[in-house]
């Protein structure tokens, strides 16, 4: 019984990532339309003058404002990603914890920007404006971070491999 209890705890871990990545993305661009003038620049602290501050601009285009004729397709490629992304969550296996981490931010970066900005603002608000890179937001952050925990599942994987080709396997 615990073992189910845990499967589907782990299971529905990654939708309450994509709702946490949501909900925070959501909020900070809420503060930033509330509270900002589009084109305004607030500086963070003295210190980071130079190197980050909060700027609010919106885009049409995918992350970081690149292509922005594509938007509306971009929409419906997001849809279909969070399709494969529930599908393959059902079929991941107990251990896949990072992977569904990995995953759920994905998600949950994808409906931020993707869907809930493009279909009801008609664009992306962005506003962390690290100097000599594209502003960006919360949701765009989850994402990345998401393909970095997986490059790194991948390149772990890989290299495990090799060991057991190398040395054989413990088991």
């Known amino acids: 019984m615990s073992s189910i209890i845990s499967l589907l705890s782990r299971k529905y871990m990654l ?21 900002m003038v589009a084109g305004e620049t607030i500086m963070v602290h003295p210190a980071l003058r130079n190197i980050f ?4 601009t919106t885009n049409t ?14 929409s419906v490629l997001a849809i279909l990603v969070v399709a494969i992304i529930i599908y393959y969550n059902n079929q991941l296996s107990e251990r896949d914890v990072w992977l569904r981490v ?7 970066g994808a409906i931020g920007n993707n869907l809930i900005d493009r279909l009801f603002l008609g664009s992306v608000v962005d506003f962390l404006h690290i100097h000599y890179w594209p502003i960006f937001n919360v949701a765009d952050s989850c994402i990345t971070v998401g393909v970095v925990i997986i490059v790194v599942l991948m390149i772990r994987e890989i290299v495990q491999e090799k060991l057991i080709k190398q040395f054989g396997s413990n088991d």
Do not use: C, H, S, W
Not at 53 to 56: E, G, P, Q, R, V
Not at 102 to 108: F, I, K, N, T
């Open 15 to 35: 939708y309450a990532i994509a709702l946490i990545a949501i909900v925070v993305d959501q909020y900070t661009k809420l503060l930033v339309r509330k509270n």
């Open 61 to 74: 285009g995918v992350a970081f404002g690149m292509f922005k004729e594509i938007g509306p397709v971009v």
């Open 102 to 108: 990995a995953l759920g931010m994905q998600m949950g």
């Open 53 to 56: 501050d909060l700027t609010y």
